[in-house]
């Protein structure tokens, strides 16, 4: 899977947990500039990227996620 | 020594002065900030120094090696490290916080059994400011052992950040990836960190004097009766104790932000307002924000990624033991862990609604607040107020007495001195039109301005308020007995 179809499916994931269908994902985007993002949402959206990629994060891995290009970046070596 | 002291008022102008002096060395100026703290702390009771320094000196080492571990690609040795760091660096707490809560609570239990358990009262003098220090302590090694900073190689450096003499009684809980940076440069006097540190001072003096102390003179003693009190006077306390306690402890913070920021360092924040929030989620996001966000990162995110297969359900369990621990965190008594238990149960209707990160604020119309979300904020006050009366009594019955207390016996309340309540009455009202500007973002707020007049207005105003509307005696800080 290359990063644009897991941009792709991520946008969706974020469209369905963050109920905003406008939601354009950046790289340097942060849970500040996404409305409904919070310490609870987030886990929600994280379980969702674990189901759809079919892949497992650490605790580590997961508060080294400072913005949405980390995530990519982190669901990209996942999946090579 | 209390911030609110004459006695600390002249030591800041001694270590203020000194610490400027070497504004050239900031090497010199940790030492100065170091021996301060020591001075300080020694000052309450010179018996508990020992305890902060071997605490230091532990997790110093502990820290580098977690680092070198993190150095090496060495996991699990980082794990474990770290692990060992947290079990060692938290028997200082559990014994002198919950040692005697244990055995007395096992004791009990033995009894309701039927077993003969004859334990001696145990009285175990809690150190002041180790439930601080001890979660700034655990925090550096746990983010060593995540990343988030490098061990610090600097011993002079890493005791003056657990140590930091405004912070050390009561908070705020700083992070050390956000205070050590800070401690490394030197630090030249600054007209703006001055004037706002200032403020931030004198105004949390005010909070703490005009407002706590006065509301204190008369919620204490009836608490202490609240037995032969009738029911309008307990509504009365039931419903000013939140006030009460938002004024001593957010008076304390600023206090303590205010004399960190005169020093040069910005310290975390511990109060947004909390009163402005519409429902209870948005509410603990503004209340004791530094020991909230540790609780957040460190607690609740391991259990939420833990039990994230369970959804809802996970996160709620999370929120739950995340909660009872903010409650037993106050305090070594079944009644601290039910308020936090009750807190939990408030976030449940939002969480299955899906209302956690929403709508918790008000929805501005020109600076005034529409009547529906003033009928939230005034919902959301009273479900912390009934939680708080568990934080207040001894114990869950007593707790449950002063709610049952609230419909038996209706009649004129007891308002004690009218003089008191004129006082603090009016300074409440000064604080809430502070609040107001502040939270609608007024552009009429005569307290940003930082111009010389403008500031000095100010200060000499509240100091005189501070001395004039002063009750007899200054009482203790509520949150230095957690």
């Not at chain 1, 469209?15 to 994902?25: G, P, S, Y």
């Not at chain 2, 930082?450 to 009750?471: C, D, S, Y």
């Amino acid at each position: 899977m290359n990063r644009n179809e897991i941009i792709e499916k991520t946008t969706a994931i974020f469209h369905e947990i963050f109920k905003d269908d406008t939601i354009v994902l950046r790289d340097d985007m942060t849970a500040a500039d996404v409305e409904n993002w919070d310490s609870l949402t987030h886990m929600l959206m994280i379980t969702r990227v674990e189901e759809v990629f079919g892949i497992k994060f650490k605790l580590k891995e997961l508060n080294k996620l400072k913005m949405v290009g980390d995530l990519i970046s982190t669901i990209e070596v996942k999946l090579s | 020594m209390e911030l609110n002291s004459i006695t600390f008022v002249i030591f800041f102008a001694v270590v203020f002065l000194l610490y400027y002096l070497f504004h050239r060395k900031g090497k010199v100026q940790n030492i100065v900030l170091l021996v301060a703290s020591y001075f300080f702390y020694g000052y309450v009771n010179w018996k508990i120094l020992p305890i902060i320094i071997l605490m230091t000196l532990f997790f110093y080492f502990a820290g580098i090696q977690i680092g070198k571990c993190n150095e090496k690609g060495d996991e699990k040795g980082c794990s474990n490290w770290t692990r060992f760091t947290i079990i060692i660096g938290l028997l200082p707490l559990l014994y002198f916080k919950y040692f005697a809560f244990f055995v007395s609570s096992f004791a009990e239990l033995f009894v309701s059994l039927g077993f003969n358990a004859d334990v001696p009262t145990l009285r175990i003098i809690l150190p002041l400011g180790i439930s601080f220090y001890t979660f700034r302590l655990l925090s550096y090694a746990i983010e060593v052992n995540q990343e988030g900073m490098s061990a610090e190689k600097n011993i002079l450096d890493f005791a003056t950040y657990v140590a930091f003499f405004p912070s050390l009684l009561a908070g705020p809980i700083d992070r050390p990836n956000v205070f050590l940076p800070q401690i490394k440069e030197n630090r030249v006097a600054d007209y703006d960190n001055l004037v706002v540190g200032l403020k931030r001072f004198v105004w949390g003096w005010f909070m703490k004097v005009c407002i706590a102390d006065r509301m204190a003179t008369f919620i204490d003693p009836v608490v202490a009766n609240y037995g032969t009190t009738n029911s309008s006077t307990l509504l009365l306390i039931v419903l000013l104790y939140p006030l009460q306690m938002y004024t001593d402890f957010c008076g304390y913070s600023n206090m303590a932000i205010g004399i960190s920021r005169m020093l040069g360092i910005v310290q975390a924040e511990n109060f947004k307002r909390p009163f402005f929030a519409l429902n209870i989620a948005e509410f603990w996001r503004r209340w004791h924000m530094s020991l909230t966000t540790w609780l957040t990162d460190y607690v609740y995110t391991p259990l939420a990624f833990s039990f994230r297969r369970i959804g809802k359900w996970g996160l709620m369990l999370a929120i739950t033991i995340n909660m009872v621990i903010i409650g037993f965190w106050h305090g070594a008594d079944w009644s601290f862990g039910f308020f936090g238990l009750y807190q939990a149960l408030l976030y449940i209707p939002l969480v299955i609604k899906g209302k956690v990160a929403t709508g918790g604020t008000i929805q501005w119309k020109s600076n005034l607040i529409p009547l529906k979300d003033l009928m939230k904020m005034a919902i959301t006050y009273l479900l912390f107020a009934v939680g708080m009366v568990f934080s207040r009594a001894d114990t869950i019955t007593d707790g449950f007495a002063i709610l049952k207390g609230l419909f038996i016996d209706w009649g004129m309340p007891h308002p004690g001195e009218l003089m008191n309540w004129f006082i603090f009455v009016s300074c409440l009202f000064v604080l809430f039109i502070k609040e107001w500007l502040e939270e609608s973002e007024s552009k009429m707020v005569f307290w940003r301005n930082n111009k010389p007049v403008a500031v000095v207005t100010l200060v000499i105003a509240l100091v005189v308020l501070i001395f004039v509307l002063r009750g007899s005696a200054p009482k203790e800080f509520i949150y230095m007995q957690f």
